[in-house]
């Protein structure tokens, strides 16, 4: 009965490949979003898709793109990896006003060599 | 832009005191809520507390409780009776809102909280 989950937890892969994160959550929320953490635990908003509709969309290169399904699915595609595509990918959910608040999944460490 | 600022990069304390951890932000919005994420060794980020900015009265969530002073852009966590547990990363986050939803969090760099034994 995980809230917000996320396969893999960890990835590793070689430079120039293209991969997938998923992301579920069952909380009935209509917003998702794509964080990520750096070497030094810095964390910044990648997307945000509201209801299936992208809302916000940071200065993330365009190998990042995201996909959502559903509602209640925001997969992350990465093409053409590169060594500063490592990382700790956290997929995240919040529920409408007023309350907004953000729950995280786990996260997804990926290494790239 | 908003901008969050924790100005402690690590702080160590002995178990069963109290502490404080520092965040400051920079807004021109009205709307917006502020949280205190915690993320312990096991890379999970979770929520310790949240204030909205319309509120005067400061949050509170059992041992944890914040200093919000919205005109000195201040937000502070105060965890009383620390327990070996609290030992994590903090970070501090902000979020403006509006009609149309609410945007990603906007965080600091965080702060290494170690309660020593």
């Known amino acids: 009965d995980t809230a917000v989950s996320q396969t893999p937890k960890y990835l590793v892969t070689q430079m120039g490949n293209d991969k997938s994160i998923k992301c579920e959550q069952n909380?009935?929320?209509?917003?998702m979003y794509w964080y990520k953490q750096d070497s030094k635990k810095f964390l910044k908003i990648m997307f945000s898709?509201?209801?299936?509709?992208?809302?916000i969309n940071e200065t993330v290169p365009n190998r990042f793109s995201p996909k959502s399904p559903d509602k209640a699915h925001l997969n992350l595609h990465i093409n053409s990896l590169e060594l500063g595509d490592s990382a700790v990918y956290f997929c995240a959910s919040s529920q409408a006003a007023p309350l907004h608040t953000q729950y995280f999944g786990p996260g997804t460490r990926l290494t790239v060599l | 832009a908003q901008t969050v600022t924790q100005s402690q990069p690590e702080m160590s304390v002995q178990e069963a005191e109290t502490v404080t951890l520092s965040c400051t932000y920079d807004t021109s919005e009205n709307n917006y809520y502020l949280f205190w994420y915690k993320q312990p060794p096991s890379r999970q980020m979770i929520l310790v507390i949240r204030q909205e900015a319309y509120k005067q009265q400061n949050a509170t969530e059992n041992r944890f409780s914040v200093n919000f002073q919205k005109a000195a852009k201040s937000f502070s966590l105060k965890i009383s009776d620390s327990q070996l547990g609290d030992t994590a990363m903090y970070f501090c986050?902000?979020?403006?809102?509006?009609?149309?939803?609410?945007?990603?969090?906007?965080f600091g760099k965080g702060t290494h909280l170690i309660i020593q034994p």
């Open positions: 986050a902000f979020m403006r809102y509006s009609g149309g939803g609410a945007d990603g969090l906007t």
């Open positions: 898709y509201n209801n299936k509709e992208l809302i």
């Open positions: 909380l009935g929320h209509d917003t």
